[in-house]
DNA sequence: GTATAGTCACTTTG
DNA sequence: CCAAAGTGACTATA
């Protein structure tokens, strides 16, 4: 019999994907030993308590590492100006005077407490009445003109109405300049959930604008569902961080977290700039009229860029015709100054990398890479023989490992593992082949082999009884492929579960796919989860979790990634087993994570949560001590990533749905994944998986 | 068929 | 109130 391992929550423990990189050198960890990831009942697995603790606003703050100002205007025009346009000798000069290099100085930290960067403090729980409802300060709200309204689907239970909302004036930016340091684990996962919770309303939001297949109208509309759901969300007052201006890390947000959208990044407030690359503090804002740059995109749209990860070339903006040529000179303004200007003080930038993202779409995928600060800052001339002012990046040592080289790590990882990673791996596929895709296995931190032991189940096996249930010969008989009102539609309200992707719209009590007794083919939008893995997953040894399961493959959120199986037993059966101390799962246990996705209740304040189709309670459990598929070595967390949605298909009763896994975030390659085993019963003392 | 270029409709900010 | 920032979805072309 296993052992159990003290519960750890996933959340709390350093992104294991930081190790995924490091070397195989390490102590044999002797004590974890576990072959699926369970816990110990402890007082620690409920709600956290927030305690505010308020931080002096004095001794906190940051000063300018030159304690000189000079008007930066006058600085600098009067040191360039001379030679700006004159071309052909363009040197390598830094602005700033060697004496006040920002590193040079930077460990001499001033309390000067008139300094221009007052407003620099440590703010903590602050900001939890902030984010929460979206801090609205707003008195005046207004129709601007009634041409501007929106016709928009909400939801009901079982179909789709609309209202009208109209749109309002919005509050500008805060110009209070923060930088929040020293969160607490219960501060820590508090943002977390509302950055998730956000980021779920965003997604919902898009996919629900996104036009429907027929369309048949002639009348073609390019559809930007991403800017409808931004738009919308910022109606209700639902962006993230606009009271505030922060400088450094955002709450809630972790190094490799991924966007597909830059107005998605705008909600988080991650970076505020619907296009542009710099996002800053503008001199009229600032305390001291001079501006601070927060956050710059790597894109690629710039010829004279150089990426080298930890140390980066950016150039400035501007100089650039519609064409996104060089045409002119680029000015010390804007963005180019506020740069100049943090670098000056030594105030680090977010960075965030686009990268064309291989598979999928051929779209762009955004990367949170962390903190840089500024070293050097020149004028230069671009390849296109305009001048373009450059600064160079460095990553603040101490991060967790970059998004985008793991990204690209993964990648590589694809086609070669041996050769990327060539001790460690005990299989290439434990599956032997019943799955999709492989499901590897790996362990580069101690002799344990224990998933190697299990026969793998790819689904999960039902008794016999559980198909002998009337009704369950039916099906929809749509040969081309469901449409909207077919047969399948209705049983699930009216409506389909997942969208023309494969990714799951809105959770429900219980889903019914399309199965054996319908006529749709294959290919059919209602099948989904019965095709099995997509994404190519692996069994790791992590020394915090014992057994973890993360992915090679980018997972978009609300794609299926894969079922929980095991046997089924009947409560008798479970109870006999049980005795003996076999490793048995209880489905009833689980969280309701389902009720969160596709959860438009900031939205519309008609929003119910669908209860339709409804479902018994269960009252089964599942044997996993012999045979088991990847999923059971999935880490728990109460803030997990994967939840577990009840799905049928090759039969129709109630009593016994498919455990099926989604994604609840866009879930970057080599990160951890978990899923909310559900607290345990206050009365049994029992969780969802028990010996 | 698949990559690339071009075109168009957008939004927020300072 | 407007200029400037560039994307994302689509269409045409190589």
């Not at 970059?402 to 593992?417: D, Q, T, V």
């Amino acid at each position: 019999m296993d052992s159990p391992i003290p519960f750890l929550d996933l959340n709390l423990l350093p992104d294991p994907s930081t190790a995924v990189m490091a070397a195989a050198t390490s102590p044999k960890s002797a004590t974890i030993n576990s072959s699926v990831n369970k816990f110990v009942e402890t007082g620690r697995l409920l709600t956290p308590k927030l305690e505010p603790k308020l931080e002096p606003f004095d001794d906190v703050y940051q000063t300018p590492v030159t304690q000189q100002s000079q008007p930066v205007q006058e600085r600098f025009l009067s040191s360039t100006s001379s030679n700006f346009f004159s071309n052909s000798d363009f040197a390598r000069t830094p602005f700033s005077d060697q004496n006040h290099h920002p590193f040079s100085q930077s460990s001499s930290i001033s309390s000067d407490k008139d300094s221009v960067y007052s407003e620099f403090y440590r703010i903590s729980q602050l900001f939890r009445t902030a984010f929460g409802k979206g801090s609205q300060s707003n008195g005046d709200v207004e129709v601007v003109d009634p041409d501007s309204r929106a016709i928009v689907p909400v939801p009901d239970e079982n179909h789709m109405s609309t209202m009208v909302v109209s749109k309002r004036r919005y509050d500008k930016r805060s110009s209070e300049l923060v930088r929040v340091t020293d969160l607490g684990v219960d501060d820590q996962r508090y943002f977390r959930d509302v950055v998730r919770r956000t980021r779920m309303v965003f997604d919902s939001l898009r996919v629900l604008s996104m036009p429907e297949e027929e369309k048949s109208s002639g009348l073609i509309r390019r559809l930007r569902s991403d800017l409808r759901a931004s738009s919308l969300m910022r109606e209700r007052g639902l962006w993230l961080n606009r009271d505030k201006r922060i400088v450094g890390s955002i709450p809630g947000v972790h190094i490799g977290d991924l966007f597909f959208f830059r107005m998605e990044l705008c909600v988080v407030g991650l970076h505020g700039q619907a296009q542009a690359g710099i996002d800053y503090v503008p001199a009229s804002q600032s305390s001291n009229g001079e501006p601070i740059a927060t956050s710059v995109i790597v894109s690629g749209g710039y010829e004279d860029d150089e990426d080298s990860g930890d140390t980066i070339i950016y150039t400035g903006h501007g100089g650039q015709d519609k064409f996104s040529k060089q045409c002119m000179h680029q000015k010390l303004e804007g963005g180019n100054l506020a740069l100049e200007r943090s670098m000056h003080y030594g105030i680090e930038v977010r960075v965030i990398r686009g990268m064309k993202y291989a598979g999928s779409v051929t779209s762009k995928i955004y990367v949170y890479d962390g903190l840089y600060r500024i070293l050097e800052c020149w004028f230069d001339v671009g390849k296109s023989g305009f001048g373009v002012y450059k600064f160079k990046l460095l990553r603040i040592d101490g991060q967790a490992e970059m998004g985008s080289s793991i990204l690209r790590f993964a990648e590589n990882l694809r086609s070669k593992p041996l050769s990327l990673r060539p001790s460690g791996y005990l299989s290439l596929d434990i599956s032997m082949k019943k799955e999709a895709v492989p499901v590897l296995l790996f362990n580069d931190i101690d002799n344990d082999q224990e998933p190697l032991y299990y026969e793998y189940l790819v689904g999960t096996v039902f008794p016999p009884f559980a198909f002998h249930q009337s009704g369950s010969g039916t099906g929809c008989s749509c040969v081309s492929g469901c449409v909207h009102d077919c047969f399948c539609a209705m049983k699930n309200g009216g409506e389909f579960a997942y969208d023309q992707n494969g990714c799951l719209v809105r959770g429900k009590p219980i889903i019914f796919e399309c199965g054996p007794f319908c006529q749709c083919p294959p290919q059919c939008r209602n099948r989904v989860s019965q095709k099995g893995l997509k994404h190519r997953l692996e069994v790791f040894r992590s020394r915090e979790t014992g057994w973890g399961v993360r992915s090679l493959d980018l997972i978009p959120a609300g794609a299926f990634i894969c079922e929980y199986a095991g046997v089924v037993l009947t409560r008798e059966q479970a109870q006999v087993l049980s005795m003996n101390g076999d490793t048995l799962i209880y489905p009833n246990r689980f969280s309701d994570r389902w009720a969160e996705w596709g959860d438009l209740s900031q939205i519309y304040s008609n929003y119910v949560r669908p209860s339709y189709p409804s479902v018994p309670p269960l009252d089964f459990a599942m044997d996993v001590s012999r045979m088991r598929n990847v999923a059971c070595y999935i880490s728990h967390s109460t803030s997990p990533n994967v939840l577990v949605q009840f799905v049928l298909y090759d039969h129709n009763n109630l009593m016994f749905p498919h455990l099926m896994l989604f994604a609840m975030e866009n879930i970057p390659p080599l990160r951890e994944l978990s899923i909310d085993y559900g607290v345990a019963d206050e009365w049994s003392g029992k969780l969802a998986i028990c010996n």
